[in-house]
């Protein structure tokens, strides 16, 4: 009865997405803290105990030392960004001729480090929703949702989401392991001692994770019809043809009369070839995830956000993008903000899932 009272991971995901793309409509530091402290909140009162939930602190500090490259570059490279507040005045290194619109040094301002915090928190929020996806959504339910037609895609792809939790979970098992025996396990010396032991555990993950695929058939299909294999491959193929064109009629002003019928007809094409590609699937699921009223709020939260902050940024750009030429604080807009506050909904609606 466990997988009946647990969220589809489908739905952790659409939600995180959500939010990561509402993160890539603003430079607003304080909508984007906003966003971060949200995914954090709903983290901190639905994962469990499972090593992939322990990932998320992994991609904080990830997002973090992104935070920190990018203005490290600033600094160092300097910005086409002008300013007139300079902050510090580095030594300039002369470079050869053919190095000629590259800089080391000079004038460090006000201005070229805002806008470089910016750029660089954009990413890192970004970085951080993926993070809050990949610690909340249970990758092997994940993998069994997935469509016949895509399952060995799916595979592949939920093989390399799940690289990152698996290594976080040796390297602190590891750590763990060297502090109870009374060893080093930070600085030089700690890390190297614990980095053989991590790549060992991933090969011997990677062989297993080989033997296991084999003995389920992964890359075995079923014999069907060549009539069907083609038409297969050109409702998939147009089907994401047409959506690829009808999105693009969407963005641009000329294209408003056939975008909207021209991509839903692409998704019905696409999702039809899908089915028809199932047909090749030999496997079987055993209690498959359902995709109820939860699995809704949750997706749409997300989606919410994102829709909400695409409105805003068309509506209100300034807010959203503070200028930094000239320089000014940025304030938090208020429909904005609260349209942010409604990714928290998971934390309420969400299950726990048991651990």
Known sequence: MASRSVLHPGAWWLWSLGLGTAATRTTNPLLLALLIATSAYVVATCRT????????????????????????????????????????????????????????????????????????????????????????????????????????????????LTFAPHLIADVQRLRAARRLRGRPDSGLRGLLQVGLPVLEGALERSVALAAAMDARGYGR????????????????????????????????????????????????????????????????RYRPDRWDLRAWLVAGSGAAVAALLTLAAADEPQALHPGVVPLVAPTLPLWPAAAVLLGLLPSFVAPKEPS
């Open 221 to 284: 299909s079923a014999e069907v019809a060549t009539g069907v294999r083609r038409t297969t491959a050109a409702l998939t193929l147009g089907g994401l043809l047409g959506v690829c064109a009808g999105t693009y009629g969407l963005l641009t002003a000329e294209g408003g009369t056939y975008g909207l019928p021209l991509l839903l007809a692409g998704v019905a094409a696409a999702l039809a070839g899908l089915r028809l590609g199932g047909r090749r699937s030999l496997r079987t």
């Open 49 to 160: 105990r499972a090593p992939w939930s322990r990932s998320y602190s992994a991609f904080l500090k990830l997002a973090l030392a992104v935070l920190v490259i990018r203005l490290f570059f600033a600094v160092a490279l300097g910005s086409p960004i002008p300013g007139t507040h300079v902050i510090v005045t580095l030594p300039e290194l002369p470079l050869p001729h053919w190095a000629q619109g590259i800089r080391l040094g000079g004038k460090v301002t006000a201005e070229s480090l805002t806008f470089a915090f910016y750029d660089g928190l954009k990413l890192a929020t970004l970085l951080i929703c993926v993070g809050a996806a990949n610690a909340l959504a249970n990758p092997s339910r994940l993998l069994k949702s997935l469509p016949g037609a895509l399952y060995e895609t799916g595979v592949a792809v939920v093989v390399a």
